[in-house]
């Protein structure tokens, strides 16, 4: 007769494999649980960085063109080709008051130039609730940009051109890369440069640190002869969400009666002086054209520029800093400013 | 019981083995692998910034860059008073009499100079950049050195950079190479000079931030490369609040354009 | 005396293809491109209204496109102008399609369009009467009411032919050659077109179509069909409208200044736009767009 020990150890010797292959098979499951969930945690491409957030925009790159308007004929350093340049200077700031555009909205390309704080946000849905678009919105006036990141397929060449166009991204590293198609015609710059709707936009946002730098690049087969390349930087607001509002838009009387169309028939526009009046920028230059952008262009501008500089005011008088500034010093003495707001300015008569 | 306990720990490693298999890309920042020093910097970069750039002013303050900025226009900088008196005694020639022509092309500002960079490896720890305009070098030091780092200041400063590693797709924690990167420099120690050529100042206090990234244009794979900068300049001296710009650099095959010019006071 | 001022007829026949695609335009709406001008299809329990009837020789493909979105026979066929890109396949198409009047007042579909075209039609040799409009209208506008929706045909006034369809409910409207996505518009000065004519169309749909204010943040608007191009709405229409009136005040202000009409041309009053919507090859030419504007402005002048 076995003994109680013996048949102890009987019992423990057929258990012993069951034993051990279910703890190997408990605590491989567990490290396996543990370093998917790690995997879960990386591979959702979505979220290699948070852009979600408030943004301030420090406007302190082209401040005066963003926060108060380009000068009339202020093309300097954009790649326009003859068509461009022959519809920037026909255009008229009048056009803004037709009725039939009183109510028109910013398009994808204005976030590049305008001035307003960013906010940001994901949209996420789905039974994991993993984000298939990111939102942008300014503080009003833009249509909009929601980038989907679903990889689905852009409209047909066929369909409209919405209001908030076509957007799409994917991740490179800790840089989110935006694609967008199916823009309006719309300004490429507020003084009558014009994007066309072939345009193709790309927006790369590149978060550091505090800060969201977004590089904004305009292809447009039909006005430009290279990429139209801005970048700004955002700082993160920690003070206030930015109010994305939405007031409702009327259509008033602006000054331009229905059906009138005001624009300068060539050689006709009397506005084309600006850029020489108040920084002695030759006709040649403010124009535009790719070869304004690069170095060196430098070398033709020097000798008249040089030669001119000495009839500057010593003193600055007009456009020598702009309002956001001036607020923040308060009752500090500051030069003085000119009597009125530039023509050209959203809304503003021009000479027509 | 000695088997035993031989058989399950040779169980578990397998299983362990097994498990972690399956673990891919890692984060490396800050992390080196188990043991031994981190790669030098230039061995550690996922990204290349040498070679021949050159500046891409499209607007972004073009009347400020490619020509001398009127008197007294400070427009974008949030300039304190003092740093407008300063500014309002701005004289070119007397710059140049003192032999501080440079006082425009120090590092907060010279980013700015419309010009071509060369940049390269001084050695494994050092990234070397030249420009032709001004005829200035910077130094980025991915170790620092203590005795150079507070040392005489200089137009240049003393510049301290790290990789911002980045992997594709997402955050990682272990060894492994990065896929992606942005260089950060921070440069201190600048002798007082001029954020723009008309004379609005920064101060010897002044401390200069900067981002540093590739992006291709467009992103497709036969886009051009382009080199884009965030850089940010605090002074509590003259600015009431940092100046934050963009300037963007267009990446060439060769050296052409490299025109080599002295500082200038008026241009 | 138009044969003089050395004008000829816009209307060049454009040739129709196997490649066609149907967007969706609103939830009984489509449109169907790449025979021809855009054709529209509104679909419902009624059956099927087309607005144009595409080339003759897309007729196959029309039908089995328009099979594809409603299985119901095609009732109407509206033709929004006399090109022969809209009324080529009228015949085949209203023949394959069932009139909805018991007794029938007809084999075939019902076939509508502006008194004019019929006698456009007539005077088009070789042209089959079968696909002469059953239906015609000579007032300023005839409504529908079909598929639960109101549809307005009103005239345009850039040529004599030329029609507006609007279709209410959908909120969507037919342009015909007023809008083109693709080219500067056709002028036919021998159908009664002049410049202001279509600038006056233009301004008659800005009228009908509605922006979105004031949620403008919310909604697209009316839809907007084009002779050509994508589906469009009153923001693609503001710009086209200004574009034609640019250039006829540049050419017009270049006629008092007594250019002839090739120091005109040499001038390139339509610089600004003709690398979007000119063209120096096929049947409509941005040469032949400036030469249409100079005679209607010149007969214009002396009316």
Same mark, same amino acid.
């Given at each position: 007769?076995?003994?109680? /020990?013996?048949?102890?150890?009987?019992?423990?010797?057929?258990?012993?494999?069951?034993?051990?292959?279910?703890?190997?098979?408990?605590?491989?499951?567990?490290?396996?649980?543990?370093?998917?969930?790690?995997?879960?945690?990386?591979?959702?491409?979505?979220? +290699?960085?948070?852009?979600?957030?408030?943004?301030?925009?420090?406007? @302190?790159?082209?401040?005066?063109?963003?926060?108060?308007?380009?000068? $009339?004929?202020?093309?300097?350093?954009?790649?326009?080709? +003859?068509?461009?340049?022959?519809?920037?200077?026909?255009?008229?700031?009048?056009?803004?008051?037709?009725?039939?555009?009183?109510?028109?909205?910013?398009?994808?390309?204005?976030?590049?130039?305008?001035?307003?704080?960013?906010?940001?946000?994901?949209? $996420?849905?789905?039974?994991?609730?993993?984000? /298939?678009?990111?939102?942008? /919105?300014? $503080?009003?006036?833009?249509?909009?940009? @929601?980038?989907?990141?679903?990889?689905?397929?852009?409209?047909?060449?066929?369909?409209?051109?919405?209001?908030? +166009?076509?957007?799409?991204?994917?991740?490179?590293?800790?840089?989110?890369?935006?694609?967008? @198609?199916?823009?309006?015609?719309?300004?490429?710059?507020?003084?009558?440069?014009?994007?066309?709707?072939?345009?193709?936009?790309?927006?790369?946002?590149?978060?550091?640190?505090?800060?969201? $730098?977004?590089?904004?690049?305009?292809?447009?087969?039909?006005?430009?002869?290279?990429?139209?390349?801005?970048?700004?930087?955002?700082?993160?607001?920690?003070?206030?969400?930015?109010? @994305?509002?939405?007031?409702?838009?009327?259509?008033?009387?602006?000054?331009?009666?229905?059906?009138?169309?005001?624009?300068?028939?060539?050689?006709?526009?009397?506005?084309?002086?600006?850029?020489?009046?108040?920084?002695?920028?030759?006709?040649?230059?403010?124009?535009?054209?790719?070869?304004?952008?690069?170095?060196?262009?430098?070398?033709?501008?020097?000798?008249?520029?040089?030669?001119?500089?000495?009839?500057?005011?010593?003193?600055?008088?007009?456009?020598?800093?702009?309002?956001?500034?001036?607020?923040?010093?308060?009752?500090?003495?500051?030069?003085?400013?000119?009597? +009125?707001?530039?023509?050209?300015?959203?809304?503003?008569?021009?000479?027509? | 019981? #000695?088997?035993?306990?031989?058989?399950?720990? &040779?169980?578990?490693?397998?299983?362990?083995?097994?498990?972690?298999?399956?673990?891919?890309?890692?984060?490396?920042?800050? #992390?080196?692998?188990?043991?031994?020093?981190?790669?030098?910097?230039?061995?550690?970069?996922?990204?290349?910034?040498?070679?021949?750039?050159?500046?891409?002013?499209?607007?972004?303050?073009?009347?400020? #860059?490619?020509?001398?900025?009127?008197?007294?226009?400070?427009?974008?900088?949030?300039?304190?008073?003092?740093?407008?008196?300063?500014?309002?005694?701005?004289?070119?020639?007397?710059?140049? &009499?003192?032999?501080?022509?440079?006082?425009?092309?120090?590092?907060?500002?010279?980013?700015?100079?419309?010009?071509?960079?060369?940049?390269?490896?001084?050695?494994?720890?050092?990234?070397?950049?030249?420009?032709?305009?001004?005829?200035?070098? #910077?130094?980025?030091?991915?170790?620092?050195?203590?005795?150079?780092?507070?040392?005489?200041?200089?137009?240049?400063?003393?510049?301290?950079?790290?990789?911002?590693?980045?992997?594709?797709?997402?955050?990682?924690?272990?060894?492994?190479?990065?896929?992606?990167?942005?260089?950060?420099?921070?440069?201190?120690?600048?002798?007082?000079?001029?954020?723009?050529?008309?004379?609005?100042?920064?101060?010897?206090?002044?401390?200069?931030?900067?981002?540093?990234?590739?992006?291709?244009?467009?992103?497709?794979?036969?886009?051009?490369?382009?080199?884009?900068?965030?850089?940010?300049?605090?002074?509590?001296?003259?600015?009431?609040?940092?100046?934050?710009?963009?300037?963007?650099?267009?990446?060439?095959?060769?050296?052409?354009?490299?025109?080599?010019?002295?500082?200038?006071?008026?241009? | 005396?138009?044969?003089?001022?050395?004008?000829?007829?816009?209307?060049?026949?454009?040739?129709?293809?196997?490649?066609?695609?149907?967007?969706?335009?609103?939830?009984?709406?489509?449109?169907?491109?790449?025979? *021809?001008?855009?054709?529209?299809?509104?679909?419902?329990?009624?059956?099927?209204?087309?607005?144009?009837?595409?080339?003759?020789?897309?007729?196959?493909?029309?039908?089995?496109?328009?099979?594809?979105?409603?299985?119901?026979?095609?009732?109407?066929?509206?033709?929004?102008?006399?090109?022969?890109?809209?009324? *080529? *396949?009228?015949?085949?198409?209203?023949?394959?399609?069932?009139?909805?009047?018991?007794? =029938?007042?007809?084999?075939?579909?019902?076939?509508?369009?502006?008194?004019?075209?019929?006698?456009?039609?007539?005077?088009?040799?070789?042209?089959?009467?079968?696909?002469?409009?059953?239906?015609?209208?000579?007032?300023?506008?005839?409504?529908?009411?079909?598929?639960?929706?109101?549809?307005?045909?009103?005239?345009? =006034?850039?040529?004599?032919?030329?029609?507006?369809?609007?279709?209410?409910?959908?909120?969507?409207?037919?342009?015909?050659?007023?809008?083109?996505?693709?080219?500067?518009?056709?002028?036919?000065?021998?159908?009664?077109?002049?410049?202001?004519?279509?600038?006056?169309?233009?301004?008659?749909?800005?009228?009908?179509?509605?922006?979105?204010?004031?949620?403008?943040?919310?909604?697209?608007?009316?839809?907007?069909?084009?002779?050509?191009?994508?589906?469009?709405?009153?923001?693609?229409?503001?710009?086209?409208?200004?574009?034609?009136?640019?250039?006829?005040?540049?050419?017009?202000?270049?006629?008092?200044?007594?250019?002839?009409?090739?120091?005109?041309?040499?001038?390139?009053?339509?610089?600004?736009?003709?690398?979007?919507? *000119?063209?120096?090859?096929? =049947?409509?030419?941005?040469?032949?767009?400036?030469?249409?504007?100079?005679?209607?402005?010149?007969?214009?002048?002396?009316?």
């Amino acid at each position: 007769m076995a003994s109680n /020990q013996s048949r102890f150890r009987a019992a423990h010797g057929a258990a012993r494999p069951m034993i051990v292959r279910t703890m190997t098979l408990a605590v491989a499951l567990t490290l396996c649980s543990a370093a998917l969930s790690v995997r879960a945690q990386v591979v959702t491409a979505q979220e +290699a960085a948070d852009l979600s957030g408030s943004w301030d925009s420090p406007a @302190t790159n082209d401040v005066l063109e963003r926060d108060e308007g380009p000068f $009339t004929d202020d093309f300097v350093g954009m790649p326009l080709n +003859a068509a461009g340049r022959a519809l920037a200077a026909s255009y008229s700031a009048d056009m803004l008051a037709e009725p039939e555009r009183v109510c028109q909205l910013y398009d994808q390309w204005h976030y590049s130039n305008s001035v307003f704080n960013l906010r940001i946000w994901p949209v $996420t849905g789905g039974p994991t609730g993993t984000i /298939q678009a990111w939102k942008l /919105q300014p $503080t009003e006036d833009n249509g909009g940009m @929601t980038i989907w990141m679903d990889g689905r397929s852009p409209p047909s060449q066929y369909a409209d051109h919405l209001r908030g +166009a076509f957007t799409t991204g994917h991740w490179k590293g800790d840089m989110l890369i935006a694609v967008t @198609t199916g823009m309006k015609r719309a300004p490429a710059r507020d003084n009558g440069a014009f994007h066309s709707d072939e345009s193709i936009m790309t927006s790369t946002f590149i978060p550091h640190d505090d800060m969201l $730098t977004i590089v904004y690049v305009l292809h447009d087969p039909v006005y430009m002869t290279a990429p139209y390349v801005y970048s700004r930087t955002y700082v993160r607001s920690v003070t206030r969400p930015i109010a @994305t509002q939405y007031p409702p838009c009327i259509v008033n009387f602006e000054g331009t009666s229905e059906g009138t169309v005001p624009f300068f028939p060539p050689g006709k526009n009397p506005l084309m002086t600006q850029m020489m009046e108040f920084f002695h920028v030759p006709e040649y230059a403010s124009a535009g054209g790719a070869d304004t952008m690069y170095p060196e262009f430098r070398d033709r501008l020097k000798a008249q520029y040089l030669k001119l500089y000495p009839t500057f005011p010593k003193k600055c008088t007009q456009y020598c800093t702009n309002f956001r500034f001036q607020q923040a010093v308060g009752n500090l003495p500051q030069p003085v400013e000119g009597p +009125a707001a530039k023509p050209g300015r959203r809304g503003a008569k021009s000479g027509s | 019981m #000695r088997t035993f306990l031989s058989n399950c720990a &040779a169980r578990l490693a397998l299983a362990l083995l097994v498990s972690l298999g399956a673990a891919t890309l890692v984060h490396a920042q800050g #992390r080196r692998g188990p043991g031994g020093p981190p790669p030098p910097a230039e061995a550690a970069a996922p990204v290349d910034f040498t070679g021949y750039w050159r500046s891409v002013v499209q607007d972004e303050d073009w009347v400020y #860059r490619m020509v001398t900025p009127r008197p007294g226009d400070y427009a974008g900088v949030p300039l304190k008073p003092a740093g407008m008196q300063v500014m309002d005694a701005w004289d070119p020639a007397k710059d140049t &009499a003192a032999g501080e022509q440079c006082k425009s092309y120090g590092a907060p500002a010279i980013m700015r100079v419309p010009e071509h960079l060369h940049i390269t490896w001084q050695d494994d720890q050092t990234l070397k950049m030249e420009t032709d305009a001004g005829e200035q070098t #910077r130094l980025f030091h991915f170790v620092p050195s203590m005795a150079d780092e507070h040392g005489p200041r200089t137009w240049q400063g003393y510049s301290v950079a790290q990789w911002q590693l980045q992997s594709q797709g997402g955050r990682f924690f272990g060894g492994g190479k990065p896929a992606w990167a942005a260089l950060k420099v921070t440069t201190t120690d600048l002798k007082a000079g001029y954020l723009r050529k008309n004379g609005v100042p920064y101060s010897e206090n002044a401390r200069l931030v900067e981002y540093f990234d590739l992006v291709q244009i467009p992103p497709e794979n036969d886009g051009q490369w382009w080199m884009v900068l965030t850089s940010v300049v605090t002074d509590p001296v003259y600015l009431f609040t940092p100046f934050v710009t963009d300037d963007n650099f267009q990446k060439l095959s060769s050296a052409e354009g490299w025109e080599p010019s002295a500082c200038s006071a008026m241009w | 005396m138009l044969g003089m001022l050395g004008v000829v007829s816009a209307r060049a026949a454009e040739p129709g293809n196997g490649d066609l695609e149907i967007q969706k335009v609103r939830q009984n709406f489509y449109m169907i491109a790449g025979d *021809g001008e855009n054709i529209g299809v509104q679909v419902g329990h009624d059956g099927v209204v087309l607005v144009n009837a595409g080339t003759v020789a897309g007729v196959p493909d029309l039908l089995a496109a328009v099979k594809s979105i409603s299985p119901l026979p095609i009732r109407y066929v509206i033709d929004s102008d006399a090109d022969p890109a809209v009324v *080529g *396949g009228n015949a085949a198409v209203a023949a394959a399609g069932k009139t909805l009047f018991n007794p =029938p007042k007809g084999p075939g579909a019902e076939i509508f369009a502006r008194a004019n075209v019929i006698e456009r039609l007539a005077e088009t040799a070789g042209y089959p009467t079968n696909g002469w409009p059953t239906d015609t209208y000579i007032y300023d506008f005839r409504s529908f009411y079909i598929n639960d929706e109101p549809i307005v045909v009103t005239h345009a =006034p850039a040529a004599d032919s030329d029609s507006f369809v609007l279709f209410r409910r959908s909120d969507v409207v037919m342009a015909g050659d007023v809008l083109d996505m693709t080219r500067f518009p056709v002028i036919d000065v021998a159908d009664g077109g002049s410049i202001d004519g279509e600038i006056a169309a233009l301004n008659d749909l800005l009228r009908i179509a509605i922006p979105p204010s004031p949620f403008i943040y919310e909604y697209n608007g009316t839809y907007v069909i084009p002779a050509h191009g994508r589906v469009s709405d009153q923001w693609e229409v503001v710009d086209y409208r200004d574009m034609v009136v640019i250039i006829r005040d540049t050419i017009a202000d270049m006629m008092r200044r007594h250019m002839t009409l090739e120091q005109i041309e040499a001038a390139d009053p339509t610089k600004a736009y003709e690398s979007r919507f *000119g063209s120096t090859t096929g =049947p409509w030419t941005t040469n032949r767009f400036v030469a249409a504007v100079y005679h209607s402005l010149q007969a214009a002048k002396k009316k």
